[in-house]
C-alpha cells in the first residue's frame, strides 16, 4: 500500500507541475526546424552519407528528398514504387516554463528565446517562434538580418544574437567529413522514369570542394577528409570553397536552404553570414594558417602561427590593406589539433578557438548603417570563402562551412496567409513598430514559417477582432497577453526504427537536448 501510495503522491505532483508550472507541448510543424521539428522521417545521403531531418509538411510526405550538404535528390515513395521509403516520426515534445513570463521584469520574455504563445488566429492553438522583437521597439529585417530601433533611439541597428542562440542558429552548409561520391542535379519537377538521365536538369552539376586559387602550390588531399598544406619553403596559396564545375569556378553562391524542406519549391536567398571552422595541427615551418570569409566588399582574416599568434584581420576591396582588429596569444600542443573558426553574423566578425570566442570586432571599427544594409542587399555577391598557408606543413581536420539564419524579406510566397505576394509585416522597407504590449515572433525555419511577418486581417481569430478593430493591436504582433512560456528543454524526440527500414520503436534518447 505504501507503494501505491508514493505513485499516487508521485502522479499528483507530476499533475500539478505540467498544469501550472512546466506544460508539456509537441511541436506540430516543422516552422521551427531544425532547432525543433514537427512529424519528420530521419534519412541518410547515399551520395555523402550525411544524416538529415526530412519534414512531413503534407499527410503523405515529401514527394523527393534533397541532401542540404551535397543536395543529392532522391524521389520517396509517394512519388515512385521505388522512390525512398520515409518513417515518419511525431514531432519534438518540449518542455515550457510558463510562470517567468507571469512574473515578468527580468524573468519575462528576452529576444531570441524560444516562446509558445496563443496563435492570433485561433485561440485554442499553440505557436512556438523564436523572439526578435520586444515592446515599443521598431522592427525591419534587412537582408536577412533584424534590426531593431528601441525606444528613445533614433536609427536601426542590428540585432545581434546571444551566443547561445547563435550557436542553434548556425546551419551546417557544407562538412567536408561528408564528401560526394558524384556531382548532384536538381531534378524537381523533373518526371521520374527509365529516360531520367536523358532529361534537363534546371541547374548544372553541384560539386562542393575546394579548389586552388592560383595553382596547388602545397595543398594537397582536397579531395579527402584532411586537406594538407606541404610548404615549409613556400610562399602563400589558397585554396577557395567552390560549387560549380570546372577548374576556374567561381565563389559559392550559399543559399538559405534545408534539407527539412525537400517538398517545397520556395525561392532561395543569397546568405552573406557565414562561419569556416577547421581543426588545425602544424607540423613544421614557422609560417600560418588563415582562414577567411568575406561580406560584400569587407574581407576578414583569422591567422594562427606556429608560434600561437593569432590575429583578426580585415581588409576593404575598395581600399587595399590589411588592418589589424585583435591579436591573442594560443597554446599549440605539438602534435595534436586546434579548432579555429572565423564566423561574420548580423555584423559582428569572432574568431573561435574550440568553441570559445577569443576574438571579435566591435560597432566603431565595423560600422553600418540601415540604409547601407539595404543598398548591399541588392549586390547579390556572394560570400568568398578561402583558406591560405605560408611556410608551414599543416594538416587539417573537419573542416566545415556553416551559414546564419537568413530571415526571409520582400514578397510573401502565395502559399502564405497574408497571399498575393503582398510585402510581410516587419521585412525590408516595411518596418512595424510594436506597441507597448506586443511582441513579434519568427521561425528558425523562415522560408516555411507562418509567423509574425506573414499573419493578416482576413484571418485573424475573434479573441483579436475587437482590439484590431479599436487599434489596440496591430497584425503580426503578439500581445503579452497570449504569450505562455519559455520552451527550454526537449523530453522526447520521438522514436527510431528497430532495423533499417522498420517501424519507428526506439526512444531516440540521444536528442534529448536543452532549447536555444
Known amino acids: 500500500m505504501t507503494q501505491i501510495a508514493s505513485f499516487v503522491d508521485l502522479f499528483v505532483w507530476l499533475l500539478v507541475l505540467k498544469t501550472f508550472f512546466l506544460p508539456l507541448f509537441i511541436i506540430p510543424t516543422g516552422s521551427m526546424a531544425e532547432t525543433l521539428m514537427g512529424a519528420h522521417a530521419t534519412y541518410t545521403c547515399p551520395n555523402c552519407g550525411y544524416e538529415f531531418p526530412v519534414g512531413f509538411h503534407t499527410a503523405g510526405g515529401p514527394n523527393i528528398v534533397q541532401c542540404p550538404n551535397c543536395r543529392y535528390q532522391q524521389?520517396?515513395?509517394?512519388?515512385?514504387?521505388?522512390?525512398?521509403?520515409?518513417?515518419?516520426?511525431?514531432?519534438?515534445?518540449?518542455?515550457?516554463?510558463?510562470?517567468?513570463f507571469d512574473i515578468g521584469g527580468a524573468l519575462g520574455p528576452h529576444r531570441w528565446d524560444v516562446v509558445v504563445f496563443k496563435n492570433p488566429n485561433e485561440p485554442d492553438v499553440n505557436y512556438i517562434k523564436r523572439l526578435i522583437g520586444l515592446p515599443g521597439e521598431t522592427i525591419e529585417i534587412i537582408d536577412g538580418d533584424v534590426w531593431v530601433r528601441k525606444p528613445g533611439e533614433d536609427r536601426l541597428h542590428p540585432a545581434r544574437k546571444t551566443?547561445?542562440?547563435?550557436?542553434?542558429?548556425?546551419?551546417?552548409?557544407?562538412?567536408?567529413?561528408?564528401?560526394?561520391?558524384?556531382?548532384?542535379?536538381?531534378?524537381?519537377?523533373?518526371?521520374?522514369?527509365?529516360?531520367?538521365?536523358?532529361?534537363?536538369?534546371?541547374?548544372?552539376?553541384?560539386?562542393?570542394?575546394?579548389?586552388?586559387?592560383?595553382?596547388?602550390?602545397?595543398?594537397?588531399?582536397?579531395?579527402?577528409?584532411?586537406?594538407?598544406?606541404?610548404?615549409?619553403?613556400?610562399?602563400?596559396?589558397?585554396?577557395?570553397f567552390v560549387t560549380q564545375p570546372g577548374a576556374d569556378a567561381p565563389p559559392a553562391r550559399i543559399l538559405d536552404t534545408y534539407g527539412y524542406n525537400s517538398n517545397l519549391v520556395i525561392q532561395h536567398f543569397n546568405v552573406t553570414d557565414v562561419r569556416l571552422s577547421s581543426d588545425l595541427r602544424f607540423d613544421g615551418g614557422d609560417?600560418?594558417?588563415?582562414?577567411?570569409?568575406?561580406?560584400?566588399?569587407?574581407?576578414?582574416?583569422?591567422?594562427?602561427?606556429?608560434?600561437?599568434?593569432?590575429?583578426?584581420?580585415?581588409?576593404?576591396?575598395?581600399?587595399?590593406?590589411?588592418e589589424t582588429w585583435g591579436q591573442t596569444k594560443v597554446e599549440l600542443v605539438p602534435g595534436e589539433y586546434v579548432r579555429l573558426g572565423l564566423g561574420h553574423a548580423d555584423y559582428r566578425v569572432g574568431v573561435e578557438v574550440d568553441g570559445k570566442t577569443v576574438l571579435a570586432s566591435n560597432p566603431k571599427e565595423y560600422p553600418i548603417?540601415?540604409?547601407?544594409?539595404?543598398?548591399?542587399?541588392?549586390?547579390?555577391?556572394?560570400?568568398?570563402?578561402?583558406?591560405?598557408a605560408e611556410r608551414v606543413a599543416a594538416t587539417l581536420a573537419h573542416v566545415r562551412i556553416d551559414r546564419d539564419i537568413y530571415y526571409t524579406s520582400g514578397k510573401l510566397r502565395d502559399r502564405t496567409a497574408a497571399g498575393g505576394?503582398?510585402?510581410?509585416?516587419?521585412?525590408?522597407?516595411?518596418?512595424?513598430?510594436?506597441?507597448?504590449?506586443?511582441?513579434?515572433?519568427?521561425?528558425?525555419?523562415?522560408?516555411?514559417?507562418?509567423?509574425?511577418?506573414?499573419?493578416?486581417?482576413?484571418?485573424?481569430?475573434?479573441?483579436l477582432?475587437?482590439?484590431?478593430?479599436?487599434?489596440?493591436?496591430?497584425?503580426?504582433?503578439?500581445?503579452?497577453?497570449?504569450m505562455i512560456g519559455r520552451a527550454f528543454f526537449v523530453y522526447w524526440p520521438g522514436f527510431l526504427p528497430l532495423a533499417p527500414g522498420g517501424p519507428n520503436l526506439l526512444p531516440d534518447i540521444g536528442r534529448v537536448r536543452w532549447i536555444h
Open 163 to 240: 551566443p547561445y542562440a547563435q550557436q542553434a542558429l548556425w546551419f551546417s552548409y557544407f562538412n567536408q567529413d561528408y564528401l560526394p561520391r558524384e556531382p548532384a542535379q536538381d531534378w524537381v519537377g523533373v518526371p521520374v522514369g527509365p529516360n531520367l538521365r536523358h532529361r534537363q536538369p534546371r541547374w548544372p552539376p553541384y560539386s562542393p570542394r575546394w579548389q586552388p586559387v592560383a595553382g596547388e602550390g602545397g595543398w594537397r588531399d582536397l579531395e579527402t577528409r584532411t586537406p594538407a598544406f606541404d610548404g615549409l619553403n613556400l610562399a602563400r596559396h589558397e585554396v577557395q
Open 287 to 322: 609560417g600560418y594558417v588563415e582562414l577567411s570569409i568575406s561580406k560584400y566588399d569587407d574581407v576578414f582574416f583569422a591567422r594562427l602561427r606556429t608560434d600561437g599568434t593569432l590575429t583578426l584581420e580585415h581588409e576593404n576591396r575598395a581600399r587595399p590593406g590589411r
Open 75 to 100: 524521389p520517396t515513395q509517394r512519388e515512385s514504387p521505388t522512390g525512398v521509403r520515409l518513417n515518419k516520426k511525431a514531432g519534438d515534445r518540449i518542455v515550457v516554463n510558463a510562470w517567468p
Open 369 to 388: 548603417t540601415a540604409a547601407e544594409a539595404r543598398n548591399r542587399s541588392r549586390l547579390g555577391m556572394a560570400p568568398t570563402i578561402r583558406i591560405a
Open 465 to 482: 477582432r475587437k482590439a484590431y478593430e479599436e487599434g489596440r493591436y496591430d497584425i503580426g504582433t503578439v500581445p503579452a497577453s497570449q
Open 421 to 463: 505576394g503582398k510585402p510581410g509585416t516587419g521585412t525590408q522597407g516595411h518596418p512595424i513598430t510594436l506597441k507597448d504590449d506586443a511582441y513579434f515572433v519568427c521561425g528558425d525555419n523562415s522560408p516555411a514559417s507562418l509567423d509574425s511577418r506573414a499573419w493578416s486581417a482576413r484571418s485573424l481569430g475573434l479573441h
